[in-house]
C-alpha cells in the first residue's frame, strides 16, 4: 500500500499563489505517476496536473495550463503544485493521486479556497 499525506491548502485572494505537498510512503518504489485532481462543492471530481515518477514528464488541463506547476523530488517521495494566478474557479477540496502498476491511491484532500 501507499499512504499519502496533503498539506498546503488554504484561503487565498485571487491572483495570489499557493503551493501544495504530498509525501507518499510505503510502497513507493511502484509508483508510476503521481498527480492531483480537485472537486469544488456540487461537482464531480476533475484531473488538474500530473507528472511520471521516473521520467518527469508532466501534464495539465487546460483549465491550469500556464498558471500551474506539477514538480516532484525523489529523493523526498513529494509531489508538489504550484498555483499561480489563482481564480475563485479553482476553489475546491484538492486531492493527491498515487498511480501504482497495479492500483491507485488518494491522499484525504486538502481545501483550497480562492476569494474574489
Known amino acids: 500500500q501507499v499512504q499519502l499525506l496533503e498539506s498546503g491548502g488554504g484561503l487565498v485572494q485571487a491572483g495570489g499563489s499557493l503551493r501544495l505537498s504530498c509525501t507518499a510512503s510505503?510502497?513507493?518504489?511502484?509508483?508510476?505517476?503521481m498527480g492531483w485532481f480537485r472537486q469544488a462543492p456540487g461537482k464531480e471530481r476533475e484531473f488538474v496536473a500530473a507528472?511520471?515518477?521516473?521520467?518527469?514528464?508532466?501534464s495539465y488541463a487546460d483549465s491550469v495550463k500556464g498558471r500551474f506547476t506539477i514538480s516532484r523530488d525523489n529523493t523526498k517521495n513529494t509531489v508538489y503544485l504550484q498555483m499561480n494566478s489563482l481564480k475563485p474557479e479553482d476553489t475546491a477540496v484538492y486531492y493527491c493521486?498515487?498511480?501504482?502498476?497495479?492500483?491507485?491511491?488518494w491522499g484525504q484532500g486538502t481545501q483550497v479556497t480562492v476569494s474574489s
Open positions: 507528472i511520471n515518477w521516473s521520467g518527469g514528464s508532466t
Open positions: 510505503g510502497r513507493t518504489f511502484s509508483i508510476s505517476h
Open positions: 493521486n498515487a498511480a501504482l502498476a497495479p492500483g491507485a491511491y
